[in-house]
């Protein structure tokens, strides 16, 4: 081990151990715009959780937490509250019950004179009891806490596993916010290691409702030997001026020198990284980028997000290094594909509609996004494929290729707990000359077909062997639907500490999952094994699963089994599914 792997190596792991300490000192940055559920999660109305969070917390009231009964013949004057348990009222309240994450039960003898609110539980009453005020049931559970000083608050949203690993800290220098910052860049991968970014961020507020910024983050890569990386460390060095009113948008310019994930799936970068570091298992391909960025977006309307960007940028392709991993040291990584390397241009448009009622957990709502990418280099070096797959990319004149990702997700509550949530995402070439390497798709692994083995669909003909597994489709479409069911353990489980695990897995709120997926990625054109550009595959081609899982908000388990002989698959999953 090099000297120069082993400080780099050192400073990744002293990073993580300091993080703690230095979150002492963190910084929550919260969206103004945002929709308050999304620091309340998904739950009952919004306007039902400020009424129990006033009534709970008022002076007056007495709070009681877990079980409790008010025996026959006692009396009770003023407001009442209790959080997780049950309470039985066989006595006589004077004045509203407010009961959070709990049921109330009112005993033939009991008698109620006020207002009665129950969010999170069941209310019933015996023979012979009375409520004389206002009766509201809500089941489906509060997202609430009790904190130290024994009022309620709002649960605060649940970190990722992104968040646990960074810290920051911010002062102000006259009209100048400076954040510090310590994070670990994109994700674990074996290209880099643990790429560890430290850097300030300036902001400056400004007359008008305008905000400019000035971030600048250097990189350290803690890869080891064979690393064919340009630069030891990466850079990223941006700017952009935001404004708000009527219309929010902004203008940013950014320059990079980055390890760049190639597909969106079949894990997310924070996924695909915790499965490399401990299992030395990596689901993405990664190419290097260096170049230049501007862009500016704009929020005609309050859910719809539109972006254009234009990139000048050197891609190239890097190698496998050998960095630290926790388990299966001995065993090899999976070799990272060549790419199409040269200068690309490139130009984006962006849209994303979100009118989901919780960006954290939706339950209603739609999320839509799409992007078209318009590309050109005159001076690529393409890599040499069978024809089967691509046709020679064309080294005489420009090469140009067009092409188009969307994804559309569709989330319906049928009841307070039960949402059924639809999904149809795919994307590939749409116009021009054969797509990259860089670009081109596959299909098949944990998320969008957790029924098939990884890259099950990669598009190679029979006699093409790469160890590295490149994708090499033009096109892929894949449906995903899921039925979720609160199965509701936040009653019968023991109260937490407000600091305690419960902040990372969410047992109270924990979901039963069945879903199905179905999809499926080709080659388009004429010719053997192609599908025309104008047609989709025939449905009985595509590849196609059934699954049952639980989902407690941050860790997932799932089994899963294709259609075709697979076998049944075990998954653990970071994040929601979709």
């Not at 608050?153 to 102000?172: E, H, K, L, Q, V």
């Not at 950014?254 to 990284?273: A, D, H, N, R, Y």
Request: aromatic residues 8%; contains cysteine; proline residues 7%.
């Amino acid at each position: 081990m090099t000297l120069r792997r082993i400080l780099l190596s050192l400073l990744a792991w002293g990073t993580l151990a300091v993080l703690p300490l230095a979150a002492q000192d963190s910084l929550i940055v919260i969206d103004p715009d945002a929709p308050l559920t999304d620091t309340l999660r998904s739950g009952p109305p919004l306007v039902i959780l400020e009424a129990v969070l006033r009534a709970y917390n008022d002076s007056q009231t007495t709070r009681l937490t877990g079980n409790f009964t008010l025996p026959r013949g006692s009396a009770l004057t003023g407001q009442l509250g209790l959080y997780r348990g049950v309470l039985r009222i066989a006595g006589r309240v004077t004045g509203p019950v407010t009961v959070v994450n709990g049921d109330l039960i009112v005993e033939g003898s009991g008698v109620i004179t006020g207002d009665v609110l129950v969010v999170g539980g069941r209310l019933t009453v015996l023979a012979g009891g009375q409520i004389e005020g206002t009766r509201q049931v809500f089941i489906e559970f509060a997202p609430m806490l009790r904190a130290p000083t024994g009022l309620l608050i709002p649960r605060p949203p649940r970190p990722s596993f992104a968040d646990i690993a960074s810290a920051r800290t911010t002062f102000r220098a006259g009209r100048i916010n400076t954040t510090l910052s310590i994070e670990t860049g994109r994700t674990y991968n074996r290209i880099e290691g643990l790429p560890v970014a430290v850097g300030p961020t300036f902001t400056l507020p400004t007359l008008g409702g305008t905000e400019g910024r000035l971030e600048a983050r250097v990189i350290f890569r803690t890869s080891g030997r064979g690393s064919t990386i340009r630069d030891e460390f990466g850079l990223r060095l941006g700017s952009e001026w935001a404004f708000s009113g009527k219309i929010r948008g902004g203008l940013g310019a950014e320059w990079s020198s980055t390890i760049v994930p190639i597909e969106e799936q079949p894990l997310s970068l924070g996924e695909s990284g915790w499965s490399a570091f401990l299992l030395s298992r990596d689901f993405r391909d990664y190419y290097e980028g260096r170049g230049v960025e501007f862009y500016g977006w704009l929020f005609p309307i309050r859910d719809l997000r539109l972006e254009a960007s234009w990139r000048r940028d050197r891609q190239r392709s890097v190698q496998v290094t050998d960095p630290v991993r926790i388990f299966r040291n001995d065993d090899p990584w999976r070799p990272n594909p060549l790419i199409d390397d040269g200068h690309y241009r490139s130009l984006r448009f962006r849209a994303d509609l979100d009118t989901r009622n919780s960006r954290v957990s939706g339950t209603t709502g739609w999320l839509v996004q799409a992007e078209v990418e318009h590309a050109e280099s005159d001076d690529t070096s393409p890599v040499g494929l069978p024809t089967e797959v691509r046709s020679p990319i064309p080294t005489f004149r420009e090469f140009q290729f067009t092409r188009l990702a969307f994804d559309v997700k569709r989330y319906t509550r049928f009841s307070p707990g039960t949402t059924v949530n639809l999904r149809v995402v795919g994307g590939g070439w749409i116009d021009g000359d054969p797509l990259p390497l860089q670009r081109r798709v596959s299909l098949g692994g944990p998320d969008l077909l957790p029924g098939s083995g990884f890259r099950a669909l990669t598009c190679a003909p029979a006699t093409f062997v790469d160890a590295a597994r490149p994708a090499l489709c033009d096109r892929y479409l894949a449906t995903q639907v899921e039925i979720r069911s609160r199965l509701n353990l936040g009653r019968i489980l023991p109260p937490r500490d407000f600091y305690g695990f419960d902040r990372l897995i969410d047992l109270e709120n924990a979901e039963l999952v069945l879903f199905g997926n179905a999809g499926h990625a080709w080659l388009t054109g004429d010719g053997p094994g192609r599908v025309p550009n104008n047609r989709l595959p025939n449905f009985g081609e595509w590849r196609k699963d059934v699954g049952v899982g639980i989902d407690t908000g941050t860790l997932g388990l799932y089994l899963a089994k294709g259609t075709k002989g697979e076998p049944v698959r075990f998954t653990v999953r970071l994040e929601r599914r979709f």
